[in-house]
């Protein structure tokens, strides 16, 4: 395979372990990229990571890892500093992507009592009870009938806890600005390649009112804000800054949004290709976005999700 980038060409990468942000190690480690990642993750976790991590290490590249808080400016300082070593007097960061993925989904206010589901007339006409209509609809969506999901149980939310302005605040700095942070102190150290990228990571929530998605949603919002001022501000140091919108993806960050099962059986009825979006696509394009040929892309949103947000059809 081609070797695109020189080892004193660097990626680093926020959120690592796993998802988007693993997948683009993996990617830009196969074409010579040497590679910074950062992670948050339990100790119980790590045996899975681990491998993944050694997979890397056995392609040739160079890799460091740090298992510590990227929300933390002296942690931030921390890496950078050892970062800064491992590069040398010639390496420099070519990418700087920002995968973090800890945020609050909850509800802003309590659901009101359900009225009659879509379920329950058919289930009237056929002379069953609903429940056990919405049963044979939950199994036929878990063994893969996507057009099942209309009529499959909706999904349950917290009736307790909401989200109030701290979750906002938290989850907006965690998947929002933090990127701010690392941008700024990358910059002020010279640490950043001549011709740079910056890349986050978005959704199509950032448009559409997902329900529990609220605080994310407005994290994603803000990141878009902020890569298009640092695409501006950061253009005469050589930084590119673009925000990738992904499909509807199979992550543990899916995973942990209420409805995700749901949310799934309509992305592949909506897209064209009619699959789910898959973290190697996501990581394909930013290996894309990290060519020579693609400097003159900045301040944009790039979709990746083979047509699913311009489809307005469910199959």
Known sequence: ?????????????????SGFGLATAQKLAQHGMSLCIVHRDRRATLARIEPEFEKIRASGARLLTFNTDALDAARRAAVLGELAGALGASG????????????????????PARAAGPGDALARRLGVEPSRLAAAADEGLAEGDDHAYALATPPAYPDKHFLDEDDFARTIHSMGTSLLGWVQDLHA??????DARVLGLT??????????????????VSLESLARSIAVEYAPHGVRCNVVQAGITETPALAAIPGSTHLKAQA?????????TTPTDVANAIYLLCRDEAAWINGTIVRVDGGEHISGALG
């Not at 395979?1 to 690592?16: H, N, P, Q, T, Y």
């Not at 592949?268 to 789910?276: H, Q, V």
């Open 189 to 194: 150290r010279g640490l950043f390649a001549s």
């Open 1 to 17: 395979m081609e070797r695109e980038f020189s080892a004193d060409r660097w990626g680093l990468i926020l959120g690592g372990s």
């Open 92 to 111: 420099r960061v070519r990418l700087l992507l920002h995968s973090i993925a800890f945020g609050n989904l909850k509800l802003l206010t309590a659901e």
């Open 268 to 276: 592949r009825l909506r897209n064209p290709f009619g699959r789910l």
């Open 203 to 220: 959704s199509e929530g950032n448009e559409l009112a997902w329900k529990g998605y609220a605080a994310v949603a407005a994290a994603k």
